[in-house]
């Protein structure tokens, strides 16, 4: 029952990004740290939420379009694993569709609850009531904690028992599939990362990395610092330059003036 409050007081605070501001607490590799530390297990539960974090990387809502709930989503997947003594494959499969169920509850109050409180809030901006307006912005956003903590509360209390013995149920080519998948999955999260990031100028750089990696036996920590430094060296002259020509044009701009 302990675990069961604690989790919730875990979603809870991940969740309070719609009332006080993102923050990205809610992300997974948080959560899952958080989680491992209620469950016991630190280490699993922070390799469970790396996980989850690249397997959720793009989920983040885009105007009307609500992605499925990684609080909920992170924080049971990886209870229950580790309740479970599963490894971060199960995790995945577990995250997944409990995400995609709270995802509709979630719906359903964005869309009932939040309108009301909105026309609410527009009738004490009628009025200049600030502190009405700031009343429906903190009910509203720190509804919607509450519901997922309830949610989180009563799904660990009631589902921990069931989730082991469905678990002992799925055949084991599933748990060999999902193995290998999560393995695959850290390499989709870069390549996403990388298609954003990389282009003509930072490809070079990029190979430069690989090779050292590759060739010889510096940590990536150590290929980190010196990808740091290159990167201080390399946009402080550009940065310099920049500010020198931007100079000169506004000298040639002057001088066209005076004439």
């Known amino acids: 029952m302990m675990q069961a409050f604690l989790l919730a007081l875990v979603a809870f605070i991940a969740q309070c990004d719609y009332a006080l501001g993102t923050s990205l607490i809610s992300r997974p590799i948080v959560t899952g740290f958080l989680t491992g530390l209620v469950m016991g297990d630190l280490k699993m539960g922070l390799i469970m939420g790396a996980t989850l974090e690249l397997a959720f990387i793009g ?153 050292i990696a590759i060739y010889t036996e510096i940590p990536l920590t150590g290929i980190a610092i010196f990808g740091a430094l290159i990167a201080l060296i390399t946009v402080n002259p550009m940065s310099q330059r920049q500010l020198v020509e931007s100079g000169n044009l506004s000298e040639k701009g002057d001088g066209d003036d005076d004439f």
């Open 59 to 211: 989920s983040f809502a885009i105007g009307g379009a609500i992605p499925p709930d990684v609080v909920t989503g992170g924080i049971l997947g990886v209870a229950f694993a580790i309740s479970s003594g599963a490894g971060a494959e199960t995790a995945l499969l577990l995250a997944l569709p409990i995400a995609t169920f709270t995802l509709i509850l979630k719906n359903a109050y964005l869309g009932v609850v939040i309108p009301i409180l909105g026309h609410k809030a527009d009738e004490y901006a009628d009025e200049c009531n600030i502190k009405g307006i700031e009343r429906m912005h903190l009910i509203s956003g720190f509804g919607l904690s509450l519901m997922l903590a309830i949610i989180v509360f009563f799904s660990y209390s009631l589902g921990s028992n069931a989730v082991s013995l469905v678990l002992q149920a799925i055949p084991e080519f599933i748990h060999k599939g999902l193995a290998i998948t999560t393995g695959l999955i850290p390499t989709l999260g870069f390549a996403m990362l990388a298609k954003l990031l990389i282009n003509k100028k930072v490809l070079p750089y990029f190979f430069v990395g690989f090779a």
